[in-house]
């Protein structure tokens, strides 16, 4: 007979992976110290047999938590990528470095866990799917993350 122990570690092992925004699943790290713990999300993705990669990119890319308030400064999470906008804080500093370092480290644990699939914290500047923040304010478009997650071919659902 097997030990159950066993049984539980293959079926971890032989579950689907995919990347999920470390505050959805009860990590303190957004900006303002804090979780966003979506605990239907977790049942989901248990039921589904889906296993979360927790990730955070701002903390991932360098940042603290936690950490002032950051935005895409003027159009959207494209032109921070081809240098046409910054990721700015709300004291005026430039993160576009560590916001584009976090993306890139979450893309590298897509490749390196065969993931497909992203969960991530909707109206986030880095993780945001369908709202983001310009300005300061919220509008239509992926976060940072988010964005070179899609061109890569990562399917992303926001939460």
């Known amino acids: 007979m097997a030990n159950p122990s066993d049984s539980e570690t293959n079926d971890r092992s032989e579950s689907t992976p995919v990347l999920v925004s470390a505050c959805l699943l009860g990590r303190p790290c957004r900006y303002d110290g804090k979780a966003k713990r979506d605990a239907s999300l977790e049942q989901e993705l248990q039921s589904a047999g889906l296993r979360p990669i927790p990730f955070c990119p701002e903390e991932s890319g360098g940042l603290s938590t936690p950490r002032p308030k950051a935005w895409i400064e003027s159009q959207d999470a494209a032109a921070v990528w081809s240098g046409d906008s910054e990721m700015v804080t709300e004291h005026g500093q430039n993160v576009s470095k560590e916001f ?60």
Not at 118 to 135: D, F, M, N, W
Not at 144 to 155: D, H, S
């Open 100 to 159: 584009k370092a976090g993306a890139a480290l979450a893309m590298e644990q897509c490749v390196k866990h065969s993931i497909s699939d992203a969960y991530l914290k909707e109206r986030s500047p880095s993780c945001g799917v369908e709202q983001t923040h310009v300005q300061n304010k919220p509008v239509a478009g992926p976060g940072v993350t988010t964005a070179l997650l899609i061109k890569n071919g990562v399917r992303v659902h926001g939460r």
